[in-house]
């Protein structure tokens, strides 16, 4: 039904949505939305992961490793994500060795999915270890001496009282930074990862398509973004402690 | 006096161990630090392509030295390409960022769609969609106004800018305590008035330090317009690499592009946190 009406509004209006009647166009479309998502769901749960391990490293007593998370959040802060993106899967995928694929050819050992996702996790990450900082620097110091005076050592503390509040606070923050890494995933085009972006364009250049697929895009991108929002704003209700308001 | 063996947290000899704090937020920047560790790694990865490069042509260094310049030029292109989409988004912005605090709903509604919508679409969607979309001449009777890629490239960054720019004046309104808007009712000011003369002063201070961060994504956002096919400063570094077909050449002609844009985006964002802090009352 949906496929025949797609089919007459192209026939009279010339309205070309040839991702809702053609099969391969479709399935080419809900690859690269799949992609996308793969993408997406990786780097948050691994950007989440470097965002917690650098500020504990950062919040810890060892100088060298103050330094380092510093100079990594610094850095990956002030370079654009295209040029870190080409510098991975160009500089350093160049110089990792091949791998034979058992059919004669030589395949990359970290496909170019691969070298997206921890690009944009090392991107996204150097924002979360801000984001996690400024909240554990919200965590009133009187709470931390309370705990501190009750014998708690710094992983208890840690994890039993400053996180806990802490993650309340940024939540906000995060939602930003994690709606910023699902637009970023974008770039993956430029490196030739099937994604959403690269599977509309192909689309696009076979069917001359342009103006109907950008809206398309536009539209799923929103949405896409729109899912994740929700799904946030739901969590920040649900981890709401009442009458603590920081 | 011995204190007795007791297992008691309580009672044990209390050594004062404080939270250390988190050197990120440490005013002494490690600015020296920082830029030396950057500086140590690229000249590493330089020394390492010295070594490797084949002996009997041209070393890593020279053949760095004579691309610089170019790449340099095109690292230029970029940012005059940012400061022209942030001129562009900043003035579209503040209208969307006034739009959306008006009384009227007829103003604020649309106002708010746009800004919501360009803000959370992706940046390289919204420069395919002015690249391909806007056409590459306007005709408005005997005038022909000429659309190059790279004009529709400003506009195409422009369209998020704008939208961010709309929140951050949005914001910069809002955190106004209301006070300033009844007691400037109260002394008959118009609503303009108070929009000019006594809101937005204040809120600009406020605004800045967003709006300089913006700026400094911006620029690092300016490189998407390789994808579309404008030289860019890494249209140019991949070009180079090229015509030099030299793989171990890759990691410092790569960092060498990372260098410029830290150099260039490290102190705006300096300067951000600087302006923040003096801003920010911490109560």
Known sequence: ?????????????????????????????????????????????????????????????????????RAYVQFF??????VQLSFFYFAVGGLLPTISDGFGGQSPLVSGTGWAIIAFSLFAGAFNVEIFRAGIEAVPETMVEAAESLGYTRFQLWRQIMLPLAFRICLPALNNNLVNL?????????????ELLYAASQIWSEVFNVREMMNVLLVVYVLLVAVLVWVMHRWERAMRIPGYMP | MKTAATDLPVLKPF???????????APVLLSTGLVAGVAVVFAASLAVAQVTGPVSRDGAVTILLRWAPLIFQGFLFNLLISVLSMALGTAAGVLFGIGQVSPSAVLRQPSWAATQFFRNAPWLVLLFYAMFLLPFELRLGPVTIAFPAWVKAIIGLALP???????????GIRSIPSGQWESAEALAFTRRQTMWMIILPQAVKRMLPPWMNLYAI???????????GIQDGLTITRAALVAESRPELMLPMYLLLLLMFFAYCYPIARLTMALERRFNVKG
């Open chain 1, 1 to 69: 039904m949906i496929a025949a009406f797609f089919e007459r509004l192209n026939e009279v209006h010339g309205l070309n949505f040839s991702i809702f009647y053609d099969a391969f166009d479709r399935s080419r479309f809900l690859t690269g939305l799949w992609t996308t998502t793969y993408i997406c769901v990786v780097s948050i749960l691994a950007s989440l992961a470097i965002g917690l391990l650098g500020v504990w490293i950062a919040g810890g007593n060892s100088r060298l490793g103050r330094a380092l998370v």
């Open chain 1, 77 to 82: 802060r002030n370079t654009p994500p295209l």
């Open chain 1, 182 to 194: 699902v637009k970023t995933t974008t770039l993956a085009y430029a490196i030739g990862v099937p």
């Open chain 2, 15 to 25: 050594r004062a161990l404080p939270i250390a704090p988190s050197g990120l937020a």
């Open chain 2, 161 to 171: 800018v704008a939208a961010n720019v709309s929140e951050i004046v949005r914001g």
């Open chain 2, 218 to 228: 911006l620029t690092m956002a300016t490189t998407l317009i390789s994808v579309v």
